[in-house]
């Protein structure tokens, strides 16, 4: 990456990075609420800023779309679950129609099958997690489109081990929100991973679309 773009862009992923470090160490520490709720927003905001800066097409928009619904959705979670989560579908709804605009042309069977256990088992485990949950049924449908977007990203045209592993990581860290509402709720084991299994995901999504619509435009691999 050339040395002007490296000082124009690569902040936006550094104080990214930063954001989302400095909440996982002060959740729930000296910060006060709305300092944190604000902090926990610039880490996935940030990466929104990062797309738009770094791409000017439309599908650079859509994952700044994607990424800032996140964003919002994380500030939302903080003050009303249901908020938060009409939020993320928001932002899934808006990745399925990236990562259709994407397809796959060379998808082996393996990757088909992967792709459709995502579908059917991301809601089938929320629903068997949550299931004396009064809000089992809407956390299942959530799960659907959140199975589907991943299913969606594992087969799209980009790099399968940065976004659709990213993807992955969303599913494993709602599932472990899933997990603490209902058999893990005493458990101190969600709250160490749910925060970096959807930062690191969304970050391999952000990268990953990006650095390939620059690839696909300049003809560069590049940094991301």
């Known amino acids: 990456m050339p040395r002007r773009a490296l000082a124009e862009h690569r902040p936006f992923l550094l104080l990214s990075i930063a954001a ?9 520490g000296p910060l006060p609420g709305t300092a944190s709720m604000l902090v926990k927003g610039a880490g996935v905001g940030l990466l929104s800023v990062y797309a738009l800066r770094r791409h000017a097409g439309n599908d650079a928009k859509l994952l700044a779309l994607v990424m ?5 959705g994380d500030v939302a ?11 993320f579908f928001a932002s899934h709804c808006a990745a399925m129609a990236l990562y259709l605009r994407h397809r796959r042309s ?8 992967f792709a459709a256990a995502l579908l059917i088992f991301t809601p089938l485990i929320a629903w068997l997690l949550v299931a004396a949950n009064d809000d089992a049924l809407q956390i299942a449908i959530y ?16 790099p399968r081990y940065r976004v659709g592993m990213g993807a992955v990581l969303f599913v494993i860290s709602d599932l472990l929100i899933f997990a603490r509402m209902g058999i893990w709720a005493t458990s101190p084991v969600p709250g160490h991973l749910i925060w970096p299994t959807y930062y690191i995901g969304q970050f391999l999504i952000a990268t990953g679309v990006i650095q390939t619509l620059r690839s696909n435009s300049a003809g560069e691999l590049g940094e991301p």
């Open 20 to 28: 989302a470090i400095a909440y996982y160490l002060t959740a729930n």
């Open 68 to 72: 800032a619904l996140a964003a919002i």
């Open 77 to 87: 979670m903080e003050i009303d679950y249901a908020v938060g989560g009409a939020a």
């Open 106 to 113: 060379d998808m082996s069977s393996s990757q088909r099958l």
């Open 143 to 158: 799960a659907l489109v959140l199975g589907g977007m991943a299913g969606l990203a594992w087969t799209s045209s980009f």
